[in-house]
């Protein structure tokens, strides 16, 4: 499977914008790309995803590199509530039915 | 519309024990999975499930855990003779297919804690 890497952890302003970023480079052109999340004492909660072109849903935005290598999770205004774990996770089409979770990326939301 | 759920959502039990860990999916999602997640990881797949088929068992760790689907709907995961290293969070996740743009969509777990 493709790996993804992402920073162990970020830090946000409450109301402000959040770009979480995701490495890729050896994504293939069957993989899509997925985002994940999980919040304190919580199962992950799917957030966004998306192949080629960006993508915007109620919750988040997906930012998707030409080249497909990486991408970014935008999170328009940081919220408390946001603050959770976040995994960038590859799913190829072809392969494995099973999400394969990194590390993924702490996200601390200071008021 | 109810969301996946698992009970208990916690678990204390000594060494030795067999425990027994159970997932009602979202209705009418085909598709199951277990993962297990140690403190501070991500969710490692354990096993999968199509309706009642079980197709994919190959994260379970040992021959001491056990998964059945019997009637395409819940799912118990089994873990016999516990060991202390089986201490995790066991996450149930449903998707109504397996297509890589179907979410999966998963429970809060059961924390389980081997004395």
């Known amino acids: 499977d493709a790996k993804t890497t992402q920073p162990n952890s970020m830090e946000s302003n409450e109301e402000e914008p959040v770009h979480l970023p995701c490495n890729h480079s050896t994504i293939s052109g069957t993989d899509y790309i997925h985002w994940y999340r999980q919040l304190p004492s919580q199962g992950p909660e799917y957030v966004i995803h998306g192949l080629t072109s960006n993508v915007n849903n109620r919750m988040a935005s997906l930012a998707i590199a030409e080249d497909r290598k990486s991408s970014t999770l935008i999170l328009h205004r940081a919220t408390l509530r946001d603050a959770a774990v976040y995994y960038c996770?590859?799913?190829?089409?072809?392969?494995?039915?099973?999400?394969?979770f990194g590390s993924g990326t702490q996200l601390t939301v200071l008021p | 519309g109810a969301g996946v759920s698992q009970s208990p959502r916690y678990k204390v039990a000594k060494r030795g024990q067999d425990v027994a860990l159970r997932c009602d999916p979202i209705s009418g999602h085909v598709s199951l999975f277990w993962y297990q997640q140690a403190l501070g990881q991500g969710p490692e797949f354990l096993t999968y499930f199509q309706n009642e088929a079980q197709l994919d068992k190959s994260g379970l760790p040992s021959d001491r855990f056990f998964a059945e689907r019997p009637e395409g709907s819940v799912s118990t995961l089994k873990i016999q003779r516990t060991q202390q290293e089986d201490s995790a969070v066991y996450l149930c996740a449903s998707s109504y297919g397996t297509g890589p743009g179907r979410p999966q969509h998963f429970g809060d777990g059961t924390r389980l804690s081997i004395l």
């Open positions: 996770i590859l799913r190829d089409a072809g392969s494995a039915r099973q999400l394969t």
